[in-house]
């Protein structure tokens, strides 16, 4: 009868006791019994299993004391008896349920075991199906209930940046003094590996603190501290807001706080698979509005559709006239209305056809300054590009449409550092040490015109 682990009724007397609190069970009372193996059939003679009884809330407050890997009621397929309780009863052990699955989604701990599939994963599409099976199942297989901004925020350091005016050798010197550990011995490990490492190795080894045995710390709390972490410059401040994370923590999650707080998880995925493990078109709308508080709750509100910049791309057989972007989205499996297929694709018009004088043309002129639509071969022009496109540009909007939807990348001013190529209406401009190219608007409007990235020679400033 284990086969479930657990089994629920009404006390049928005052006499079972409750293995969390100690306390008798009154009769008629909500229960929950776990199954445990009968230690006294030595010979493994088939007495059967005893049974735990517990108070509902009680059964639910023991879990959190469980092993990760130990078995939790995360449904009521999980237990006997469930359906012959009143509806009354049905309802406080659903509830139960529910607010155990978002407190276990809610955990750091089940962060932590996301990135180390992510790190495991060595593909792009690979890992965007890591994040996407995450969320549609969550820790009891029916969807994550925890925090999706919070998981999507975090496990996008690199791009939505906090600031936290702690470089590797600050933080190598402050844990020092938390650990109570020699600093050049510190130093010495941090060449060997990164600092996170340096910083679980030692968190172990200290003998003024002693890191938690099991994770309690979750997303939300994370993120309490992380950010008066960042509202704080004075070392005196860093040192005890730091003590406070050291004290919620086991080895492992101190060893993640530190890779949140250098900006690199180490698991080497770029933010568009993340982002399309959320939603396909989540990065794209997300280059839209660089706001990705907006994008996730437009996600959930099936919403993200309506956003300015983002609209369904309708698909016409040009011999029928037959608009077939109902049955695409069918086969895509995207969920809601009509409107949510193929999102992502620029408000503009269709441009008129150039006059065949343009066609072939080097650097373009003004007449062929408009791009066409996107179109699956043109889909990948931009690939593996981080471009700076100036505000100030000629026709911006419309460029850093086209550029998002070839699938390329938009930086503001704050990522100028990281572009690949830096587009310059204005003549030269320094680069300051960057491997950056500096081209012209024409450039970007070529490269489309071409279905191809255009020589970057041609189009210098």
């Known amino acids: 009868m284990a086969e479930l682990g657990f089994t629920v009724d009404n006390a049928k007397s005052a006499r079972s006791l409750c293995r969390h609190c100690d306390e008798y069970i009154d009769k008629k009372a909500l229960r929950i019994g776990k199954f445990v193996k009968n230690f006294y059939d030595e010979d493994d003679e088939g007495w059967g299993d005893l049974t735990y009884w517990h108070h509902a809330v009680c059964m639910f407050k023991a879990f959190d004391q469980d092993k990760p890997k130990d078995k939790k009621i995360k449904s009521p397929d999980d237990m006997y008896c469930f359906n012959q309780l009143n509806q009354e009863d049905k309802k406080t052990i659903l509830k139960l349920i529910n607010d155990a699955n978002v407190k276990w989604d809610n955990l750091f701990r089940q962060f932590r075991c996301l990135c180390a599939k992510l790190s495991d994963e060595d593909t792009g599409a690979g890992k965007t199906a890591i994040v996407s099976d ?33 470089n590797d050798k600050d933080l190598i010197k402050l844990f020092s003094q938390i650990f109570g550990t020699n600093l050049k011995a510190m130093e010495e490990d941090l060449e060997q590996g990164d600092v996170s490492e340096t910083v679980r190795v030692c968190f172990d080894k200290s003998k003024t603190v002693t890191p938690l045995k099991k994770s309690v710390l979750t997303l939300q709390e994370a993120d309490d501290l992380l950010t008066s972490l960042s509202q704080v410059t004075k070392e005196s401040e860093q040192y005890k807001i730091l003590t406070k994370i050291v004290a919620r923590c086991t080895s492992n999650d101190l060893m993640m706080v530190v890779r949140l707080i250098t900006h690199d998880l180490g698991i080497n995925a770029k933010a568009k698979y993340i982002l399309r493990g959320l939603h396909p078109d989540a990065y794209k709308a997300f280059q839209v509005s660089q706001n990705l508080k907006d994008v996730v709750e437009r996600v959930q509100s099936n919403t993200l559709h309506s956003m300015a910049g983002m609209k369904k791309k309708e698909k016409t057989d040009k011999k029928t006239g037959h608009d077939h972007s109902k049955s695409e989205g069918a086969k895509q499996g995207i969920s809601g209305s009509s409107d949510s297929v193929d999102v ?78 830096i587009v310059s209406s204005k003549g030269k401009i320094s680069t300051s040490g960057s491997k950056a190219k500096v081209v012209t608007p024409d450039w970007l409007w070529q490269s489309i015109k071409k279905k191809q990235l255009a020589s970057t020679e041609e189009f210098k400033p």
Do not use: W
């Open 134 to 166: 995450f969320l549609k199942k969550g820790n009891a297989g029916t969807g994550f209930k925890g925090d999706v901004y919070l998981l999507m925020k975090f496990l996008l350091p690199g791009v939505v940046k906090t600031v936290y005016n702690l």
């Open 344 to 421: 992502g694709v620029s408000k503009k018009k269709t441009p008129v056809k150039r006059p065949t004088e343009d066609e072939g043309q080097t650097t373009p002129s003004k007449k062929c300054k408009t791009a066409p639509s996107a179109s699956p071969s043109m889909s990948n022009i931009f690939t593996d590009c981080k471009i700076f496109l100036p505000e100030t540009t000629d026709k911006f909007k419309e460029l850093k449409q086209y550029i998002i939807d070839f699938d390329g990348e938009v930086l503001d001013e704050t990522s100028k550092g990281s572009a690949t190529h």
